[in-house]
């Protein structure tokens, strides 16, 4: 992650949230006083983005010391201690709520994604997330994601040809839409096509696509299609995962599973900073 995107993002994240200034905390608290606080994990989960945190307070003031108990992608349960800080109790105060947030957004993710892989332990599948992210926190919540076991899928639209229904559309069909597609793609990239139906399969097999999307298709449906494919082609599960048996679907035999939930509707791991 790039240190440069990550502070100016943080200084953006603080100035949104201190505005004009921390009234509350510059009315009722000392100049000079200092505190010491727990970051007190209340459920159980996978923690992730205590990096952020200890940059957050960095930027706010230098004197705040953190000290992380347990790194990111460790498992913790209620009750444990995350980490410990020290330092002056008004930059405390005043970083306390973005620094939580980001630490809160980030474990739920790591926590998802950590869950959707333990429920397809025996199957030989990946768990991987999509492009649904909240604008301008990719990197962060593609980096939970990985903290949570997944692996990443295109991290932008230059980084894999993926054509979908509307690109299929558009294009006058799959085998018109992957023609076009190689004709312009460098060698080494891949071609994806997403399908819902076994003739789509088929046409996409025919156009020659490396990776093939199905795409709220039934296990049953599922199940045909990886055995019509039969290795020709990379095969890839969407469409509501978050909501399906993962299980049940892993033993389909498709090779991935793609969860647009992990990032775009993910629960917060409950978190708090005590002082």
């Given amino acids: 992650m790039d240190a440069i995107w ?37 459920e159980a989960g ?3 983005g205590f990096g952020v945190v200890h940059r957050v307070f960095s930027l706010l003031d230098s004197g705040i010391v953190l000290r992380i108990d347990h790194l990111d992608g460790e498992p913790v349960q209620a009750g444990d201690v995350a980490a410990t800080l020290e330092g002056p109790a008004r930059s ?25 892989v333990a429920a397809v332990k025996d199957f030989p599948v ?19 994601v ?7 899928h295109r991290f932008n639209l230059s980084d ?27 060698h080494m990239l891949k071609i994806e096509v997403e399908v819902s139906t076994l ?12 990776c093939i999307m199905l795409d709220n298709m039934t296990d049953d449906e599922m199940r045909a299609a990886v055995r019509h494919i039969g290795g020709r082609a990379l095969v890839e599960a969407s469409g509501n995962m978050g909501t ?32």
């Fill in 92 to 116: 405390i105060l005043t970083g306390e709520r973005t620094a939580l947030n980001l630490l809160q957004r980030l474990s739920g993710i790591a926590t998802a994604t950590a869950r959707a």
């Fill in 199 to 210: 003739d789509e399969v088929q046409a996409a097999l025919d156009a020659g696509a490396e």
């Fill in 146 to 152: 990985r903290t949570g076991g997944g692996v990443n």
């Fill in 6 to 42: 990550l502070d100016n993002f943080l200084r953006r994240s603080l100035e949104e949230d201190i505005g004009g200034g921390d009234i509350t905390t510059e009315s009722c608290v000392p100049a000079g006083r200092r505190i010491q606080g727990q970051f007190l994990v209340k």
């Fill in 244 to 275: 399906r048996d993962l299980a049940q679907v892993a033993a389909t035999g498709v090779d991935l599973i793609s969860i647009g939930a992990l990032t775009h509707s993910p629960r917060a791991l409950d978190i708090s900073l005590k002082l």
């Fill in 160 to 186: 894999g040809i993926l054509i979908k229904d509307n690109h299929i559309a558009a294009a006058g069909g799959i085998g018109p839409a992957v023609a076009a597609a190689r004709a312009r793609a460098p």
């Fill in 46 to 48: 996978v923690l992730c």
């Fill in 126 to 144: 990946r768990i991987t997330d999509t492009r649904k992210t909240t604008p301008g926190m990719r990197s962060l919540e593609k980096y939970a």
